[in-house]
T-cell receptor, first 116, second 114 residues
Framework: GAVVSQHPSRVICKSGTSVKIECRSLDFQATTMFWYRQFPKQSLMLMATSNEGSKATYEQGVEKDKFLINHASLTLSTLTVTSAHPEDSSFYICSARDRGPTYEQYFGPGTRLTVT | AQKITQTQPGMFVQEKEAVTLDCTYD???????LFWYKQPSSGEMIFLIYQGSYDEQNATEGRYSLNFQKARKSANLVISASQLGDSAMYFC???????????FGAGTRLAVHP
């Protein structure tokens, strides 16, 4: 099956610093990748859709200047949380879409961000 | 707009019994897809089963089956012969709007008791 990796799996950073999270599709090419945020005991909320070679499309209420997304290749998308604050602490999950008949999205294992 | 409703915040079942997790959806699209994912405490999202809106047969994948009732906009997940390892959060999701976005429900936490 298709595999998506995320790095790092956990990160702790100080308030005001920036953190970069990588999402890679390991055995398939993903023209579209998605970034989700999940707060404790809540569902996944789509933050943005990332298409290779073009600007990301952000969901309403998501600050594009705070959450920078780059999808430079067919196998790599990055999410940078700029000037992180404690309220940005969350579980960030990426997914990559296969072009199969079900349009299934393959999820990465997630990154737990803690901002102190 | 698309919406998924999961009305059961928590469910429990005895090991080896079957359990049904409810999911209703709302969409104005004629073509859409419905997914169920399992999220254990580790956080990874595990794909369980998919149902296309034009599929006439209910989807099945091993111990998982999807009870698809299109007129009622219902897509319940049935897990047969529950195992302790089935204890997790379960999310129903809809893919529509040109197959561009996956919208998740609030989830149901399933606890399997020995």
């Amino acid at each position: 099956g298709a595999v998506v990796s995320q790095h790092p799996s956990r990160v702790i950073c100080k308030s005001g610093t920036s953190v970069k999270i990588e999402c890679r599709s390991l055995d398939f090419q993903a023209t579209t990748m998605f970034w989700y945020r999940q707060f404790p005991k809540q569902s996944l909320m789509l933050m943005a859709t990332s298409n290779e070679g073009s600007k990301a499309t952000y969901e309403q209420g998501v600050e594009k200047d705070k959450f920078l997304i780059n999808h430079a290749s067919l196998t790599l998308s990055t999410l940078t949380v700029t000037s992180a604050h404690p309220e940005d602490s969350s579980f960030y999950i990426c997914s990559a879409r296969d072009r199969g008949p079900t349009y299934e999205q393959y999820f990465g294992p997630g990154t737990r961000l803690t901002v102190t | 707009a698309q919406k998924i409703t999961q009305t059961q915040p928590g469910m429990f079942v005895q090991e080896k019994e079957a359990v049904t997790l409810d999911c209703t959806y709302d969409t104005s699209d004629q073509s859409y897809g419905l997914f169920w994912y399992k999220q254990p405490s580790s956080g990874e999202m595990i794909f369980l089963i998919y149902q296309g809106s034009y599929d006439e047969q209910n989807a099945t994948e091993g111990r998982y089956s999807l009870n698809f009732q299109k007129a009622r906009k219902s897509a319940n997940l049935v897990i047969s012969a529950s195992q302790l390892g089935d204890s997790a959060m379960y999310f129903c999701a809809i893919l529509s709007g040109g197959y561009n976005k996956l919208i998740f429900g609030a989830g149901t936490r399933l606890a399997v008791h020995p």
